[in-house]
């Protein structure tokens, strides 16, 4: 494991709006420790964007796809890419 820092930028989408998505996502990134935004699309997906170290942006992928995220995940489509560090702290954007 490193603690090199990276980024994940991820688009999930099924039923995911209407069901605290976007406040479980933070809270969890918040436990991680991982700085970025996640936000509701007009299209009904959640995008989201985290930067952490490596082994925080792979756990809070696992988190994504698995059964403990809330409403019903259908789809995870996410990149992988060097952190920018441009975020503070984690944000839920409306």
């Known amino acids: 494991m490193t603690d090199e820092a990276q980024r994940v930028t991820a688009r999930i989408t ?3 709006q209407g069901v605290g ?3 479980w996502a ?3 990134a918040d ?3 991982l700085k970025g935004t996640v936000r509701n ?4 997906s959640v995008e989201l964007v985290a930067e952490g ?3 925080d942006v792979e756990h809070l992928v696992a988190w994504l796809h698995s059964s403990g ?3 019903q995940v259908t789809d995870v489509d996410f990149q992988v890419s060097d952190a920018t560090e441009e ?4 944000r839920i954007i409306d």
């Open 87 to 90: 975020f503070d702290d984690f």
């Open 53 to 55: 170290t490596v082994s």
């Open 69 to 71: 995220a809330p409403g």
């Open 21 to 23: 998505f976007r406040y």
């Open 41 to 44: 699309s007009p299209d009904g």
């Open 31 to 33: 436990e991680l420790m």
């Open 14 to 16: 099924g039923v995911v």
């Open 26 to 28: 933070a809270r969890k």
